[in-house]
């Protein structure tokens, strides 16, 4: 079973930058899609971003230009790059891996515990 750790997570102000982090143990984990969801109070689970096996990337119209995805297969970590924050971006963000390389723009096979984010303006 793969497991995947968040890491980063905290309060900032708005116009800061925070840098999210998901371990994953195994060691196939350059095989999977990787994706970024967040989850706000009262608010559905949404799609954040994502990066492929092959690295490309898709972002959702809100985070585009401003949020950046990558990821390290030599450390099997994905990351997640939040710039100009928000007080609108304040949820818990979970990273989430799919066994088929692709982006898992509805939820992958396995899925982080989440890390607080929350902006103050």
């Known amino acids: 079973q793969v497991q995947l750790v968040e890491s980063g997570g905290g309060v900032a102000e708005a116009g800061d930058s925070l840098k999210l982090s998901c371990a994953a143990s195994?060691?196939?984990?350059?095989?999977?899609?990787m994706a970024w969801f967040r989850q706000a109070p009262g608010k559905a689970r949404e799609f954040v971003g994502g990066?492929?096996?092959?690295?490309?990337?898709s972002y959702a119209d809100f985070v585009k230009g401003r949020f950046i995805i990558s990821r390290d297969n030599g450390k099997s970590t994905a990351y997640l790059q939040m710039n100009s924050l928000k007080p609108d971006d304040t949820a818990v963000y979970y990273c989430t891996g799919a066994r088929t390389g692709e982006i898992a723009t509805t939820g992958g096979d396995f899925w982080g515990q989440g890390t607080q984010v929350t902006v103050s303006s």
């Open positions: 195994g060691r196939v984990f350059s095989s999977y899609g």
């Open positions: 990066i492929s096996r092959f690295g490309s990337t």
